[in-house]
């Protein structure tokens, strides 16, 4: 008989909890990512994932929480943590932190900063670009992070058009200060993933907004959802701008170099 994987989600708490159910083999570890990277995309300050009731039954297949925090390391660059009432023996492999209560968890993690955060829905109208760069200049002003706003304009710009001309779903637009940095991320409803293969020829038509994007951006990558994905760049704030240091990450159907 398959084995099965239930979750679900409290937001009522301090932080969101995800709370599994069920047997995580090989089988049912799709469906454990899944679930987390849908929480994932809400941008959260920090996930606490109670496996109190999951029973491991490959200990390798615990590996998936290992991947997910790797692959969201970025973006959203969310605090994820465990709670295992049995204790945190079967769960140290993925090398996230483990707790025995919930409350436990918040202790560690403290009070949320909801002031690190700005987002806006929008609909893929003519106009949109224009309301996610009015936000993007408040982050700026809000955070002193002003030398950031004409790169970020850029970034959200070509973000939200390609939502308007090829996705044409609803969208959110995401940003988050992390220390002297930002994040700009774009959810939207298409699960087309962008591809980018370096600078396209002079004479071309289009194609070129990846490339503003990785011309500005430190760093960018995408999520892929089981309905839709999430596009997200990070941009650091320094006198001389990206430099050679900026690369673009690994994401789901985004081709980019591994991480250092």
């Given amino acids: 008989m398959p084995s099965e994987v239930r979750h679900l989600v409290d937001r009522g708490r301090t932080y969101p909890v995800v709370r599994f159910t069920g047997v995580l083999d090989g089988g049912t570890a799709p469906m454990v990512r899944s679930a987390l990277l849908e929480e994932l995309a809400m941008q959260p300050e920090a ?12 200990s390798d297949a615990a590996a998936v929480l290992r991947e997910v925090a790797r692959d969201t390391a970025d973006w959203p660059a969310a605090h994820l943590v465990l709670c295992a009432a049995a204790g945190p023996n079967a769960w140290q492999s993925t090398g996230l932190p483990v707790w025995r209560s919930c409350d436990d968890a918040f202790a560690e993690l403290g009070d949320p900063d909801a002031a690190q955060f700005l987002s806006v829905d929008l609909e893929p109208v003519v106009g949109a670009a224009r309301r996610s760069r009015e936000l993007v200049t408040e982050a700026c002003g809000r955070w002193e992070l002003r030398g950031l706003a004409g790169p970020a304009c850029i970034v959200v710009t070509e973000m939200v ?13 995401l940003l988050a200060r992390h220390g002297d940095a930002m994040s700009v991320a774009v959810r939207d409803e298409s699960t087309t993933v962008p591809q980018f293969s370096g600078p396209v020829a ?13 011309s500005v951006a430190d760093r960018w990558g995408s999520l892929a959802l089981d309905a839709g994905k999430v596009v997200w760049a990070v941009l650091q704030e320094e006198d001389e701008g990206p430099g050679p240091s900026r690369q673009q990450m690994n994401g789901a159907g985004m081709a980019g170099p591994a991480r250092g």
């Fill in 47 to 58: 996930v606490v994932i109670d496996v109190g009731d999951l029973e491991l039954a490959e």
């Fill in 202 to 214: 002079a004479t071309s038509y289009g194609g070129r907004g990846l490339l503003l994007i990785d």
């Fill in 161 to 173: 058009n390609n939502v308007v001309a090829h996705a044409r779903t609803p969208m959110a637009v």
